[in-house]
């Protein structure tokens, strides 16, 4: 069945376009495009826009606001976004990453939304034409979403407080077994005074690890610290199984790969 794709000049128009039934939006189509190629007749439709706002990279103040549109590629040439260089690096091969959206990282179901996880662990707000959103109570209804995302915005991490991992069996661009995100703050003596530890794989969508985050508070990040964040680890989650690695096999490794990335 050929695909329609309607092309706006606005977000508006594109949005308004988005309301007849089989339409969906694209991104990159990396994920929508093979799924129509694939067969699935839900999709009649594409609509894209092509309004600046959404290839547009802001950051100043401390501050990021990156347009839905931005390619993963595209972030990870950007100056001043080189912490989220192993994040974005993490989003399949190079082919992938060219075509690959932020848009739609937030939309990927696990075992994909890699970029995601860096984004809720970075406290995101998700912003699309009905208002803004916390990027939680974003991913929370995403299922549900017909609007199109513009931007997401977020604090840039402090120097060093950011760490990103995605276990992976085939190097370098292997799909997840797990990813973690940590944005994590330490007071003068050392102790951990914020931390913000989200996860891939572990649900059907990025969740935050609360148990582990409330865990580490006011402890040191050596194996001692530790210990207790790790017995939570799993608290929470519902991992995925797929052909890459079971539930089971996803909570008894989760620990193991959290202490990796605390402890380095
Ligand atoms: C071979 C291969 C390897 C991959 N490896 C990885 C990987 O390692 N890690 C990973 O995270 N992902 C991976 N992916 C999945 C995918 O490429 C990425 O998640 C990518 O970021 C999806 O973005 P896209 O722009 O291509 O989405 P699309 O395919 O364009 O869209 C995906 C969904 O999001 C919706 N959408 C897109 N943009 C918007 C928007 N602005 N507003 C509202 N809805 C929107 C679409 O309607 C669609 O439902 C892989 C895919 C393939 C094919």
Known sequence: MALALQTFPTVKDANAALKAAGTRYLGGGTLVVRAANEGD?????????????????????????IGAS?????????????????????????????????????FAPAPYGDFAVALLALDATVSTDNGELPIETFLAGRNDSRAIVTSVSFTLPK??????????????????????????????????????????????????????????????????????????????????????????????VLPVHLGRLLLT
């Open 70 to 106: 931005v390619t993963m590629a595209a972030i990870a040439r950007h100056p001043e976004l080189g912490a989220l260089a192993k994040a974005v690096r993490a989003v399949g091969g190079p082919a992938i990453r060219n075509m690959a959206t932020i848009g739609g990282n937030l």
């Open 159 to 252: 120097a060093g407080t950011f760490r990103f991992l995605k276990v992976s069996r085939v190097k370098p661009k292997g799909v997840s077994v797990l990813s973690i995100a940590a944005v994590l703050e330490q007071a003068a003596d050392g102790t951990i005074s914020s931390a913000r530890i989200a996860l891939g794989c572990m649900a059907d969508r990025p969740m935050r690890a609360r148990a582990a985050e409330k865990a580490l508070l006011g402890k040191t990040l050596d194996r001692d610290g530790i210990a207790p964040a790790l017995a939570a680890a799993t608290e929470g989650t519902a991992p995925i199984t797929d052909p890459i690695a079971s539930a089971w096999y996803r909570a008894e």
């Open 41 to 65: 007749v839900s999709v009649s439709g594409l609509v894209r826009s092509t309004e600046p706002v959404l290839s547009a990279i802001a950051v100043s103040g401390g501050m990021a606001r």
